[in-house]
């Protein structure tokens, strides 16, 4: 029986990260009034994660992701910290991410 015995490394597992769908975070941050229009600016091409153009709002972000959009005229840049189970009040959206902007910071 032992020269059936696997003798491989074990597999290593993944840690699961929490994600959310692009558009319900952008949504959930409160950069966006509704949802609709979260989904459609991502629809459009209009924002990246991590450098890369994303056309389907329901693309999946986690911590540690970086957005990139234009809000207002001015183009934003974002680094998730963390996903919401809903949408809260402003001090819960302001806690979702990071903002890296660096002419806000002056």
């Known amino acids: 029986m032992a020269?059936?015995?696997?003798t491989a490394m074990p597999l290593k597992t993944v840690e699961a990260r929490d994600t959310l769908r692009l558009d319900k975070w952008l949504w959930q941050a409160r950069f966006y009034k509704s949802r609709s229009m979260a989904t459609e600016v991502v629809a459009e091409g209009f924002v990246?994660?991590?450098?890369?153009p994303v056309a389907k709002p329901a693309h999946l972000i986690g911590p540690g992701d970086t957005l990139t959009f234009e809000l207002n005229g001015r183009i934003r840049l974002i680094r998730v910290q963390r996903v919401a189970a809903r949408r809260g009040?402003?001090?819960?959206?302001v806690a979702l991410y990071l903002d890296l902007d660096a002419s806000r910071l002056e």
């Open 48 to 52: 990246r994660v991590n450098g890369t």
């Open 3 to 6: 020269k059936y015995r696997n």
């Open 89 to 93: 009040p402003r001090e819960e959206a």
